[in-house]
Each structure stands twice: as C-alpha cells, then as structure tokens.
C-alpha cells in the first residue's frame, strides 16, 4: 500500500541561495517541455519519456499524483531550470526524492541546491523518518549530488526506465537523524 505524504503543501514556497522552488504551474508547461526534451535527460531517469511534448508536461503539472512536485527557478528571474520533489515510498513516514535540471544547467549545482531544500522540507515540515532516492550507475553527476546531500549507500538493482529499458541503479537512504547531525555540523 502507497502512504501518502502530508497534505499541507499547497502553495509551498522554498527559498535557498539562488533558487526559488515552488508548485508547477501550467505557465510552466512550455519550458518543462523543452528541458524535459532531451534524450540525454531521459536516458537518465526512470519516467521521463522521449520525445517529451507540451502535452506531456500539461499532463504532468495537471496530475502528478500524491507527489510534491518543485519547479527549480533562478530567483533572479524565475527561470525554470528543472524539477525537484518527492513521492511517497510505500513506507510509513518514507519518502523517495527525485530531481533533474535541464542540461543548459547542469555543472552549476542547482541540483545539489535544489535536493538540499527540498530534503530539509521533508524532514522539518513533513516530519519524514527517511528519504530514499535513486540513481542509474552510469550517471556520475546523480551520484555526485547524492554524495553531497549526505546519503548513505544502501545497495544496487534494476530499475525499468520508460526511455532506456531495464538499467542497473543505486539506491541510497537518508534517515532523520543523519539529516539532524549533517544540519549541526553545517553540511546542509
């Protein structure tokens, strides 16, 4: 059985050095689609698919489901730059995150930026026990990312991706008491 995340995320705004994060709007269907177009993107995660069309992203920003679900703005001007959120696991007070920037962005640490906001929400505001996130193990800048928020290495598996089939990944966990010491010590 799915658990759902809580509900009091309406209108949720996140704000962190250079990104604003906030709900997906249907504003946002137009440029989503055009960064979520890229095979090299799709090739990387789990349900992206390519070709990614306006109609996708309609979809997408009209129903995502029991997902909160960031668009990564640049505060300066509320560029989107990809997407960032979480879905409940299948475990009480577990959640998976999830993330991607569109390749004009990547290297710049947007996504390291954007996850960080976005696993200190789950755990200060939706109280989460654990967040879990996975990755392909071919994508080194994923695993970067993962490494930098502070996740521990839990194992490998296959995961079905709707762009590249079957592929090998890696799983990582994150409990609330590793997120309580990284935030002490200032990592986060």
Same mark, same amino acid.
């Given at each position: ?16 050095? #250079? ?6 709007? %249907?504003?946002? @269907? ?13 090739? %990387?995660? @789990? =349900? /992206? ?11 997408? /920003?009209?129903?995502?489901? @029991?997902? /909160?679900?960031?668009?990564? !703005?640049?505060?300066?001007?509320? #560029? ?27 290297? =710049? ?7 960080? +906001?976005? /696993? ?9 026990? +654990?967040?879990?996130?996975? !990755? ?6 994923? =695993? ?13 598996? %296959? ?6 089939? =079957?592929? &090998?990944?890696?799983?990582?966990? %994150?409990?609330?008491?590793?997120? &309580? ?8």
């Amino acid at each position: 059985m799915t658990e759902e995340l809580p509900a009091e995320r309406d209108d949720v705004s996140i704000e962190s050095g #250079r990104l604003r994060l906030r709900p997906l709007a %249907m504003k946002d @269907a137009e440029p989503l689609a055009r960064l979520a177009n890229d095979h090299h993107l799709a090739a %990387m995660l @789990a =349900r /992206i698919p390519h070709p990614y069309r306006v109609a996708d992203a309609r979809a997408f /920003i009209a129903d995502h489901g @029991a997902e /909160i679900v960031f668009a990564l !703005c640049l505060k300066k001007d509320d #560029r989107l730059v990809g997407c960032c959120g979480l879905k409940p696991s299948g475990r009480q007070g577990h959640a998976e995150l999830g993330y991607w920037v569109g390749r004009t962005y990547w290297g =710049r640490g947007i996504a390291t930026e954007g996850a960080q +906001a976005v /696993i200190d929400y789950g755990f200060s505001h939706l109280r989460l026990d +654990a967040i879990d996130v996975s !990755c392909r193990v071919v994508n080194e800048a994923s =695993r970067r990312v993962i490494r930098k928020c502070g996740f521990h290495f839990c194992g490998s598996g %296959m995961i079905e991706s709707v762009s590249a089939g =079957r592929v &090998a990944s890696e799983h990582f966990v %994150m409990d609330r008491s590793c997120w &309580a010491s990284l935030k002490a010590w200032g990592r986060q």
